[in-house]
């Protein structure tokens, strides 16, 4: 079993930079990928980043490449969703989740996911 909260959202102003963090506790922690995934009202959660379990390999969604960045730090268990230039279309409940099997992309392949922070952004 894998717990996890999330912590870190709030509003912004269109522009600015947050940077959501992910807690974890339970089973070892560093033997997961984990991932980033938001879901807008009345939208389908998608998928938004993704880290390998040493943190080498990282994945994105074309629509925050290049202004987001994930990274995690296994000793505190920990991981970490930085967010800059951030557009109102980003609003959204961000969720981390323990990777399981199957594709980083799709939310079906996680298996423990977190209770959500809300991140605003106002234009």
């Known amino acids: 079993q894998v717990q996890l909260v999330e912590s870190g959202g709030g509003l912004v102003q269109a522009g600015g930079s947050l940077r959501l963090s992910c807690a974890a506790s339970?089973?070892?922690?560093?033997?997961?990928?984990m991932g980033w995934f938001r879901q807008a009202p009345g939208k389908e959660r998608e998928f938004v980043s993704a880290?390998?379990?040493?943190?080498?390999?990282?994945y994105y969604a074309d629509s925050v490449n290049g202004r987001f960045s994930i990274s995690r730090d296994n000793a505190k268990n920990t991981v970490y969703l930085q967010m800059n230039s951030l557009k109102p279309e980003d609003t959204a409940v961000y969720y981390c989740?323990?990777?399981?099997?199957?594709?980083?992309?799709?939310?079906?392949?996680?298996?423990?996911w977190g209770q959500g922070t809300q991140v605003t952004v106002s234009s």
């Open positions: 339970g089973r070892t922690f560093s033997s997961y990928a």
């Open positions: 880290i390998g379990w040493s943190g080498g390999s990282t």
């Open positions: 989740a323990a990777h399981y099997s199957g594709s980083y992309y799709e939310k079906t392949s996680y298996n423990y």
